[in-house]
């Protein structure tokens, strides 16, 4: 028996050895002709060249369909994939592709989600306001929500409000049940989001306090004066 198996162990009846971690750190390896071969960390290189940075945006592929089109050959069998980006904040984007498989359309999907961000404002962890955006046949009602209401959407509009910064909304779909209009709606309803600050009533009360500040001022000067 080598050196190498002074030192194994039995581990079952059919006389299979299992060395220890020394001896087998100790081995060397030998192809073939009887070279020796190099060591290799094996998982720990693979840990290493693995990037550990954190992404700036999450990725969820909402629906894959199966499309084809009838050429002169016959049908030609292709995939279309949805699939939504966003950064657990304010920013959104949607994408959709098409390609000869699953992998190629999803990365051709997030490809077009990555250059069609969009940037909607917040009122806290809800929306700023109701709204009800149609696209096509899709009519979506969103609504924002008391702390710990949570998300109440189903389907595609979960998964959209997922990758956002919202934590309170209230949905309804009103329409049509097709995944790529309801995206499309969703996304707009966030578009349309305007801060509390900026309403028409607001702003006027605004415009309001800004000048009356000064009148108050201008009257007390002439008090003095007198």
Not at 6 to 18: E, H, I, M, Q, Y
Not at 107 to 118: D, G, L, S
């Amino acid at each position: 028996m080598a050196d190498a198996d002074k030192n194994a162990k039995v581990v079952n009846k059919s006389g299979t050895l299992k060395m220890t971690d020394e001896t087998a750190a100790t081995r060397t390896r030998k192809d073939i002709n009887g070279k020796a071969m190099p060591r290799r960390n094996g998982r720990r290189d693979r840990n290493r060249n693995m990037d550990t940075t954190p992404k700036e945006f999450d990725t969820v592929t909402i629906n894959i369909d199966r499309v084809s089109r009838t050429v002169k050959g016959g049908r030609r069998m292709r995939f279309k994939a949805l699939v939504a980006m966003g950064n657990h904040k304010n920013k959104i984007g949607i994408g959709i592709a098409k390609g000869g498989d699953v992998t190629s359309a999803v990365q051709k999907a997030t490809t077009k989600a990555k250059k069609n961000m969009i940037e909607f404002n917040m009122d806290g962890e809800t929306i700023c306001h109701e709204v009800e955006t149609r696209s096509t046949g899709a009519d979506i009602l969103m609504k924002p929500a008391a702390p710990g209401t949570g998300i109440i959407a189903g389907g595609v509009v979960r998964s959209i409000i997922g990758l956002t910064g919202i934590k309170n909304l209230i949905s309804k779909s009103l329409g049509s049940t097709n995944k790529v209009n309801i995206a499309y709606a969703v996304v707009e309803g966030l578009r349309q989001q305007i801060p509390r600050n900026e309403w028409v009533g607001n702003a006027n009360k605004q415009g309001a306090e800004k000048t009356a500040k000064p009148a108050t001022k201008k009257s007390t000067a002439k008090k003095e004066d007198k």
